[in-house]
T-cell receptor, first 111, second 111 residues
Framework: RKEVEQDPGPFNVPEGATVAFNCTYS??????FFWYRQDCRKEPKLLMS???SGNEDGRFTAQLNRASQYISLLIRDSKLSDSATYLC????????????FGTGTRLTVIP | DADVTQTPRNRITKTGKRIMLECSQT?????MYWYRQDPGLGLRLIYY???????NKGEISDGYSVSRQAQAKFSLSLESAIPNQTALYFC??????????FGPGTRLTVL
């Protein structure tokens, strides 16, 4: 089983729609959680960290469910510019303290 | 100027050739990483380094070697390139807590 799993999509949604992605992780000792955005042929860039209490940044809301071991990303009022691949990443701060990435979920926002 | 730079950005080479990919960072981070990204497989860790004297193998280190020449420089070598090493390669640094900063990537094609 992979440490981090995501639905690869693609998700094709109309402008203005609300879309949500989930990401499950296998290690219950995971401590830090992130969502990254990756545009085609570009590097991943941090979109937002995910805090235990949930957090919001404009149209983006990230939530953590430790009991079920998943994190989610909700995008409201989708824009064409939101089209990208969204990667979740998890770190369990033991051993090498590295990040484990999901394979990414591709989103296309359609006019 | 970019905080994490990679050279070359694109490279086409032939099977059996030795290739070096270079990474430099100005973020002052001790931790540096090399990943490769393949469609459907996400980011896979090749090697990582916590400081100049510390080098560690990642998930897929076979066929690769690295050198940490200074805190700011971390290079990846393919001693004898093979076609299945065709991929997008990313260098990254890690700040705290666990946030990674990626270089722009090197697209490597092995014929």
């Amino acid at each position: 089983r992979k440490e981090v799993e995501q639905d690869p999509g693609p998700f094709n949604v109309p402008e203005g729609a609300t879309v949500a992605f989930n990401c499950t992780y296998s290690n219950s000792a995971s401590q830090s959680f992130f969502w990254y955005r990756q545009d085609c042929r570009k590097e991943p860039k941090l979109l937002m960290s995910v805090y235990s209490s949930g957090n919001e940044d404009g149209r983006f809301t990230a939530q953590l469910n430790r009991a079920s071991q998943y994190i989610s990303l909700l995008i409201r009022d989708s824009k064409l510019s939101d089209s990208a691949t969204y990667l979740c990443a998890v770190n369990w701060e033991t051993g090498a303290n590295n990040l484990f990435f999901g394979t990414g979920t591709r989103l296309t926002v359609i006019p | 100027d970019a905080d994490v730079t990679q050279t070359p950005r694109n490279r086409i080479t032939k099977t059996g050739k030795r290739i070096m990919l270079e990474c430099s960072q100005t973020k002052g981070h001790d931790r540096m990483y090399w990943y490769r990204q393949d469609p459907g497989l996400g980011l896979r860790l090749i090697y990582y380094s916590f400081d100049v004297k510390d080098i560690n193998k990642g998930e897929i280190s076979d066929g690769y070697s690295v050198s940490r020449q200074a805190q700011a420089k971390f290079s990846l070598s393919l001693e004898s390139a093979i076609p299945n090493q065709t991929a997008l390669y990313f260098c990254a640094t890690m700040g705290g807590p666990a946030e990674q900063f990626f270089g722009p990537g090197t697209r490597l094609t092995v014929l």
